[in-house]
């Protein structure tokens, strides 16, 4: 065991009980000795239940002035003061029913909930957890959580949501019934999920993952779903194990176990159940390179960068520079070139020129296939960031002298004395043409000479339905349209996608359509539009916040870099993906097929994206149409 | 005929060819000679189409350089100056392919209909109409479009859209096709309807009714569709008379006929078809009570009455006692209840209470049903607005004298001197309850003596689904949450029902079930208190932007007042109907189910609604869950 892990993946690990103790305190020391961080335990005995009056058993006066006054007899509270508050999370009334066909039991349940919050407010409790949600109609439980929850500050409220309901192990109705309250509640950022691990796990790893993209704040793991190892200890199974394991790793959660009633595992003690849950959380998977390099950014809104607007810092040229693949890529890419245009033992000096030289890794990779495949260059190094342009000088004085002709000037201005063979640039964003290499490519090329050629040679936009609640939360909080309608670059994490994401549009370089005459720059930025859709099938019932973007790219041949999932470059950690949000969130039923329209668009001074969302039934009928976003780059745009 | 119609309902009628003429003042000149009041012309000649260079009769280059300045040969033009630009409406050129599948024409068509566009706004052109919507995909022409009314100020723009479509005579393709349209264009209150008659009407009513929810600023009505008549004349059938006339009564648009190229009925002449659709313009049928009283209020958005914590203004009285069916009513429940509770010939005095006596006009209702029944009685006549006791006084000096005793005071504060028989009282909102009658008279019932009655004697809310664009624009121009959470009072024009409205709940007076002590007042406002739902399953594909809502009340036995669609009192005016807005538009898929889900809520100091829509498609798919609107009061809320 592994017991170096890093605290900061440590989720706490509390004891549920609903038994009523009479003396808490005692209770929460057992449970602490027991290494549990906290506990979770009923707020009032189940003699509280009688203000519903469903047995008669107090008078309709004595009713009446409770539904007048709803106050607690201390008889009737298990946390009967401030004492554990900090210590214990409370369990609401278990027969509180908020969508009773009884309008006397509706609002009765009403006062009741009402009035363990607000003892719970209170006393500061750290956390109330709502029993269950309706199995049918859930309308008035979510009018009234919603509406009570606005009183609270300190108190985190959470909702008790089983992984699979009963009558439907294989499905999602329980987490069906989770999104209709969450939607009528409108993603009210206060109520969050305790998620209670069932011994029936879907088989469908999608109806796993979709809870990644929930606000869980807890996962509740009874006793009863463990199963007892040869030795007769409790042990989960491994499916459990690894779902769980995700679930620490995403969105470190509190843990809560139960005490079994009597010993169901031969060799359980009151320990056996947390510690099992601390040794699964110290056996998480050691973070990988892009998780390293991602920690504190993930699900986190980042504006797209405008390098062609603004001059990057040194810093982030620091960072960037640090990335382990993309840079052997290139060097893999020139050398390939190298190889295959220049014959072995020939005087022939391949001109490269790198647009956009920055402080020049992408020079050292020209020197450097050029060594390894002992073919001569001549490097020039176009830089439009004067900052930038001080490094590149340094290094040619103290490391590459000859080989290399510095040029302080933009690629689209720049007028050059001589062409080259090979143009190699570093200019793709998160979607491939997002910042503008399109645009800047047409500019060089006329550097090119014919036959010679780009690295990249291509890049292709990707796009697919992403569910996400903090990325929806996010972008909720700004409040306004423009945040609604403008892209960001994040690393995603607590986000489930819909289907596998499919390929846009593409960019050639050089760009051989005609569009920009030979030896000079286009009249116009028209051909550089683009208009594509893509649909995607859906086999569950599910929501979509955003839209996940990314871009794949040949630098050479069979030469790649890439950010789409499925042909991501392992280790490569410069670009996280692109997220365009919509403006509400869509309800996806089974069967039904998501259509997603994109457009990239150009005038004189700006390019940006538009973008909108359709679903259809299995029958093709229109459930839902989104607004075009971002019309005429209202929100969003990146300056030319 | 009936010359004497206001000038105010009648529609210009205009003439629309798709020739082009080379001498447009002379054509213009023709038609008005004619009698039309404007014309619509092709903007551009035929030969404008080589731009999109499918047929190769220009070079590559020439296409390159109009696309980088797409600018007009005059040769082009058919509107070729200003000078009759204030007369006529232009057509945009019917070759435009905005979603082709080739990308270049798309890219053309998208240049050549802004050169249009731009054209048309130069010469301050008063309309521009786009031809057809394509039948398949319409994204991009949406996309186009939205972005490019944007620089439309005077000119209007209208899409021509044909009422039904050929390949589906009885359903609504064409309209799915422009509601998709305009849901992709978020309403942009710059895009508007030219609706054009069709020989073949759908015949189910509802899908002509929906277009009455459409923003519709012209109908062309094709010579084609004309039938002759015995004489030789061109005339409509029986059905397009009725909707072109329930058009232009409901809309007002500018009507357009055109002149068919060969002569198609016997008699026609070029005045023929504009004389008709004026002759149906001159026969809409008279305005009713209601319909005179409403004029300029249509679809207008009033705030509630908030009666209890506002003073109503003299005028507001001066207009309600004018309503000639409420009092009648009034005065025919109370005389069924004196005949009912007093024997003829007896000397009992019953005693009546006006709570809430305003100007007096109930207390002279119960004065002359106690005439007319032969019964005696004593009026007491509470009033809380001085100002309206005022009047109070002047009508017991005047001519009441003796028979009614007046008392200035808050009915929920009153001690009465004596208690009545029984209690009457005009608290009703169009919602019914929404202006706190239920509150008003719980403080009153403990005037009515045993076994006394209150007129009125219960009260029902009902409410249905709504389409509306005007309605939608309406609210969505204030642009913020607050207003599309409140309810409004609204004479509904331009509007839709996708189904017949359903009870929601009622309130029966006094209240007997034990709320409310016998001789006090209640303990709190918790009896006041409802949840209710009702499910509307609609047979078209159809869109809702609200919910409309209406009351129906027993004042006594079979004596009722409604504003109920279907049991609407003939000619009384005193309530409009209620409209709650929703925040987003939402579709409604032909066959699915939309379940309204309505709560009244109360606090000590405030009583308010909670609503919200779902949509399931027959299969019970969730398609679209709105979240809860009104959540805790917190945009709405009428004062106690």
Chains 1, 2 share one sequence.
Not at 344 to 373: F, Q, W
Not at 393 to 406: E, I, P, S
Not at 584 to 604: E, H
């Amino acid at each position: 065991m592994n017991d170096t892990i890093d605290q900061a993946r440590m989720c706490s690990v509390g004891l549920l009980t609903t038994d009523c103790y009479d003396d808490l305190g005692n209770f929460i020391v057992q449970a602490d000795e027991a290494g549990h961080d906290f506990i979770v335990t009923p707020i009032s005995h189940p003699t509280f239940q009688r203000v519903l009056n469903q047995d008669k058993s107090i008078s309709e006066q004595e009713q009446r002035n409770w539904k007048d006054r709803p106050v607690f007899d201390r008889k009737d509270l298990v946390i009967r003061s401030a004492e554990w508050s900090g210590r214990a999370v409370g369990l609401l009334a278990s027969w509180i029913q908020l969508d009773s066909s009884e309008p006397e039991v509706r609002m009765c349940s009403e006062l009741a909930l009402k009035q363990e919050m607000d003892w719970a407010c209170h006393i500061s409790l750290s956390g109330l957890i709502f029993p269950a949600l309706p199995k049918g109609s859930l309308f008035n439980t979510a009018r009234v959580i919603n509406s009570a929850v606005k009183s609270l500050s300190y108190t985190q409220f959470l909702i008790r949501v089983p992984l699979t309901d009963k009558r439907d192990v294989q499905g999602n109705l329980s987490w069906k019934q989770w999104n209709r309250f969450r939607t009528l509640t409108e993603y009210n950022t206060k109520i969050h999920v305790a998620l209670e691990i069932t011994s029936e796990l879907p088989s469908d790893k999608q109806l796993l993952d979709m809870w990644l993209a929930e606000p869980i704040k807890a996962v509740i793991v009874p006793a009863e779903i463990f199963v007892e190892n040869a030795k007769g200890y409790p042990v989960l199974s491994k499916p459990h194990q690894k779902f769980i394991q995700h679930l620490m790793d995403k969105m470190k959660p509190d843990m809560i176990v139960t005490l079994p009633p009597t010993q169901i595992h031969k060799k359980a003690t009151p320990q056996s159940y947390s510690e099992y849950i601390n040794y699964l959380n110290r056996r998480l998977p050691p973070l990988n390179d892009v998780d390293q390099f991602a920690t504190g950014y993930q699900d986190f809104l980042q504006a797209p960068l405008q390098p062609l607007m603004d001059n990057l810092e040194n810093q982030t040229y620091e960072v960037f520079e640090k990335d382990p693949i993309k840079y052997q890529q290139y060097e893999k890419a020139v050398y390939k070139a190298l190889l295959d245009r220049v014959e072995h033992g020939s005087d022939y000096v391949t001109t490269i020129m790198v647009v956009g030289a920055g402080r020049g890794p992408l020079v050292n990779c020209c020197l450097r296939a050029a060594e390894k495949s002992e073919r001569k260059i001549h490097v020039y190094a176009l830089e439009k960031n004067h900052n930038a342009y001080v490094t590149l000088q340094n290094a040619k004085a103290d490391v590459w002298g000859d080989k290399v002709t510095l040029v302080f000037a933009d690629m689209r201005k720049w007028t050059p004395p001589a062409k080259c063979d090979i143009l190699v640039s570093e200019l793709l964003g998160s979607f491939g043409d997002n910042e503008l290499s399109p645009e800047c490519l047409d500019g060089a090329q006329k550097f090119i000479k014919e036959g010679g050629i780009s690295i990249p040679a291509n890049y292709t936009a990707f796009a697919s339905p992403l569910a996400s609640t903090r990325l929806n939360n996010n972008v909720a909080a700004y409040k306004d349209l423009e945040h609604y309608e403008t892209p960001y670059v994040v690393m995603f994490q607590q986000v489930c996608e819909l289907a596998p994401p499919k390929a846009l549009w593409s960019f050639e370089h050089p760009n051989t359509q005609g569009d920009i005459p030979a030896d000079g720059d286009p009249m116009n930025n028209l051909h550089n539009v683009r208009y594509s859709h893509a649909e995607f099938t859906v086999k569950h019932d599910m929501i979509m916040n955003g839209i996940a973007g990314y871009f794949e790219s040949v630098l050479y041949k069979d030469v790649m870099i890439s950010i789409r999932p499925k042909t991501h470059s392992p280790g490569m950690f410069s670009w996280f993906p692109i997220y365009f949000p919509i403006r509400t969130p869509v309800q996806v039923p089974k069967g039904s097929t998501v259509s997603l329209q994109f457009w990239r668009l150009t005038d004189a001074k700006r390019v940006w994206y538009e973008w909108t969302v359709t679903v259809q039934g299995q029958n093709g009928e229109e459930m839902t149409t989104l607004p075009i976003h971002n019309v005429g780059g209202r929100s969003y745009y990146v300056g030319l």
